[in-house]
């Protein structure tokens, strides 16, 4: 109990700059106390503010006050120096590997308490005290014990590193500015540091601005990196159900096939067995038939063979018009030809699915940003065949040419009712969902169309319906002489070359939307940078005119 009651006065009594028992306790106008060398290198530092504050409250007072020594305090710890525990061992004063020691030790050194950048030395505990008892120390700087002293001697001179050679970027000493700097531009090595702490103090925040971007950074990649295992492990458990349905549906087919087969076989074989049974029996009536035909032809005794000869002849022909005829069966032969059909047919889808999936499985650049093609070949490796949704298209829409083309006319298309379908806009949406790296062209008239991606919960009446007038669409719209782009009811004019072919290239994970004039060299138009959310639709817009006709068409692309 004794011992942790001198554990807590000594707490009470430490210095909370340096952390040990006070030395020579001073106490300032606030009240807390400290070591007068403590305290004193903490107002050095604040000697140019001209305003003095105190390490623990920050209470500020000016002039410098005068530090006078607090003798009861420094009895108190004398007196807890000679009654309180040794916190550690003496061995565990001794300088180790690593450790700076003490210069002044003989014999086995201890570990340095400070180092005195005017001395050049450092101090074990003991011989540490005269500087702090002895006012001819009173102005050296004390500093947490370094190996790397020696630095601030000129090895040429011998003499301490004071001054700062702006024109070499080096520290020199007195003498060296005499020397060989003597036409430098030399300053106080303190000078140079008061600048350069005020430049740091400047230079901090936008550390510190830079590591907060950073780690938001860091923390964007997190969530990219999350979100690509759980994609792909999304991906490797839907394409490993599919396929297990795949295999199951093959092995399932192939044992229908095979039982139906082996039906078949079963019927066949038992008509054949029972054919042959037929015409076993057959056989055997005619050879006994023959046998007594061949008698009679050797008998002699005329009236027994006249006899005898009408019932064999009968026998002989109703045995000859018994015969069969048997066809070959071919039809299991047949069987494996469409089987052989089917295996190319699936293999062959197979092997186009797998130039798709290979398209669509690209790396993710998660580390830094993806080139974006430049040519319009690097864009068609790109380039998607996809068609447009009847059941969106509004009803003063038709859509034809394979599903590609959306033409305005005059006379309502007999569409049947359907909840995705566009009410007041003439526009409709892609059948399929676009994500990972896309590129398309739309082919418009002389008339005024919108080309868009769009999210497939975007509203299909009102104004918001619109493509570009709320935040789930992005859309060019193409005039006669200029282009405008839209979004969340926001336009941006755009001013650029007119071209009959638009080309749009999507990036999603990267958030990147680009719209291009195809005449000639691929020209942007407009760049979108964002976060996609959910999974994209292509976008087809055609505004009223008076004349009929309007049109927009999704342009078939050749892969390069």
């Excluded at 001198?6 to 707490?11: C, E, I, R, T, V």
């Excluded at 005619?286 to 063979?305: A, G, I, K, N, P």
Aim: proline letters at 4%; glycine letters at 4%; one cysteine or more.
């Amino acid at each position: 109990m004794a011992q942790q009651q001198n554990l807590m006065d000594q707490k009470k009594l430490c210095c909370s700059i340096c952390l040990d028992l006070l030395r020579d306790p001073v106490t300032i106008p606030c009240g807390h106390s400290y070591c007068m060398h403590c305290v004193r290198s903490h107002w050095d530092e604040e000697d140019q503010k001209k305003v003095y504050s105190c390490p623990q409250c920050r209470k500020t007072v000016s002039p410098r006050p005068v530090l006078v020594k607090n003798t009861m305090l420094a009895d108190l710890v004398e007196e807890l120096k000679k009654t309180g525990p040794q916190a550690v061992s003496a061995d565990h004063c001794y300088a180790e590997a690593g450790d700076v020691a003490c210069d002044f030790c003989t014999g086995r050194k201890l570990k340095a308490l400070k180092s005195c950048l005017q001395c050049l030395v450092s101090y074990c505990e003991e011989h540490l005290q005269p500087h702090y008892d002895s006012p001819a120390f009173g102005k050296h700087k004390l500093v947490d014990p370094s190996k790397k002293l020696q630095e601030n001697i000129c090895t040429r001179h011998g003499e301490v590193k004071k001054i700062f050679c702006r024109t070499d970027d080096q520290c020199i000493c007195v003498l060296c500015s005499m020397d060989e700097h003597k036409y430098h531009n030399t300053v106080l090595a303190l000078t140079e540091r008061t600048e350069r702490q005020g430049e740091l103090g400047t230079n901090r925040p936008k550390i510190q601005q830079r590591i907060r971007g950073r780690e938001k950074d860091v923390g964007v990649l997190q969530e990219r990196l999350e979100a690509i295992n759980r994609s792909a492990d999304k991906a490797v458990k839907y394409s490993d159900k599919i396929f297990t349905q795949l295999l199951r549906l093959i092995k399932n087919r192939s044992s229908d096939v095979k039982q139906q087969i082996r039906a078949q076989q079963k019927t066949e074989v038992s008509l054949a067995k029972e054919l042959k049974e037929k015409l076993d029996a057959e056989i055997t009536e005619l050879r006994r038939t023959d046998t007594v035909l061949e008698h009679l032809s050797h008998t002699e005794d005329h009236t027994q063979f006249l006899q005898n000869y009408p019932s064999l002849s009968c026998l002989s022909k109703s045995a000859a018009s018994s015969s069969i005829n048997i066809c070959p069966l071919q039809y299991f032969e047949d069987v494996m030809v469409v089987v052989s059909d089917v295996r190319d047919k699936v293999q062959d889808t197979l092997s186009d699915a797998w130039i798709k999936i290979s398209q669509a499985v690209r790396p993710a650049d998660v580390l830094q940003p993806r080139a974006e093609p430049k040519t319009r070949a690097e864009f068609l490796q790109y380039s998607c065949e996809t068609t447009l949704d009847p059941s969106t298209a509004n009803t003063c829409l038709l859509v034809s040419e394979g599903d590609r083309k959306a033409t305005v006319t005059s006379e309502k298309q007999a569409y049947p009712g359907h909840p995705d379908r566009f009410t007041d806009m003439f526009q409709v949406l892609s059948r399929d969902s676009l994500s990972g790296r896309h590129y398309w062209e739309v082919e418009r008239g002389r008339f005024e169309v919108s080309v868009a991606v769009v999210y497939k919960d975007i509203s299909r009446t009102g104004y918001e319906s619109g493509f570009g007038n709320d935040d789930k669409s992005w859309a060019l719209e193409c005039f006669n002489n200029s282009y405008q782009f839209r979004h969340n009811s926001t336009s941006t004019l755009i001013s650029g070359p007119q071209s009959s072919v638009i080309g749009v290239y999507l990036d999603y994970s990267a958030g990147t939307l680009c719209f291009y004039n195809v005449s000639g060299n691929m020209t942007l138009l407009h760049r979108v940078q964002t976060t996609f959310t959910q999974p994209l639709h292509q976008g087809l817009g055609v505004f009223a005119t008076d004349s009929q006709g309007s049109a927009a068409e999704l342009c078939k692309l050749r892969q390069k």
